[in-house]
């Protein structure tokens, strides 16, 4: 049973950074992963997307140059790095995979249908 595992949420003030983690039970090395958020009463929206073949990265505008995804070396484990962090950044945060391989240098999609495993969540919570 494939399984990703949520952990790095937290309550934190306006400017704070806090380092979300995946834990996953595949090796994602030639798939499109992504960290999602849904805050209450919003569609889920994909934040962060990763080619892991080749490491090309997608963001939100909203979180360009403050959010920042990777994996580690032995694609299991994926990352979001989160600076200057705003109060509209409350969230649930999922982490998600897309299990069909990509090619290298393939742009994912931010779109959620795309990506068929998922964890169950980090909460997030920025206040001012």
């Known amino acids: 049973q494939v399984q990703l595992v949520e952990s790095g949420g937290g309550s934190v003030q306006t400017g704070g950074s806090l380092r979300l983690s995946c834990r996953t039970s595949?090796?994602?090395?030639?798939?499109?992963m992504g960290w999602f958020r849904q805050a209450p009463g919003k569609e889920r929206e994909g934040v962060a997307i990763?080619?892991?073949?080749?490491?090309?990265?997608i963001y939100a505008d909203s979180v360009k140059g403050r959010f920042t995804i990777s994996q580690d070396n032995a694609k299991t484990t994926l990352y979001l790095q989160m600076n200057s962090l705003k109060p509209e950044d409350t969230a649930m945060y999922y982490c998600?995979?897309?299990?069909?391989?990509?090619?290298?240098?393939?742009?994912?999609?931010?779109?959620?249908?795309?990506?068929?495993?998922w964890g169950q969540g980090t909460q997030v919570t920025v206040s001012s």
């Open positions: 990763i080619n892991t073949f080749g490491g090309g990265t």
């Open positions: 595949e090796h994602y090395s030639r798939n499109c």
């Open positions: 998600a995979a897309d299990p069909r391989t990509k090619s290298y240098g393939y742009v994912c999609p931010r779109a959620r249908d795309r990506y068929d495993h």
